[in-house]
């Protein structure tokens, strides 16, 4: 498994635009309820990365299979995983 910080969506949009799509309808509770649709998926990942983001993904054989972002608030970093 290797972990890279994502600086650009661009490159991994419709990847992680279906991960999105499965760990929702395998029931993942993260704000989605099924059926997310491609373009709602899409729309989430446009707007993830903000200069208080860090995001970071998972891939096995080159295929991403997990994300994880910081969130720099205030009170401090909080944590949001998706696998």
Known sequence: MKITEINSINEHLYELSEL???????????GFLPSLTLSEAIEY???????NVILYVAKIN?????SAQLHNQMGGI???LQN
């Open 62 to 66: 080159e295929q991403i299979v997990g």
């Open 20 to 30: 999105l799509i499965q760990v929702v309808e395998d029931g993942a509770s993260i």
């Open 45 to 51: 990942w446009e707007n993830v990365l903000t200069p």
């Open 78 to 80: 909080e944590l949001k």
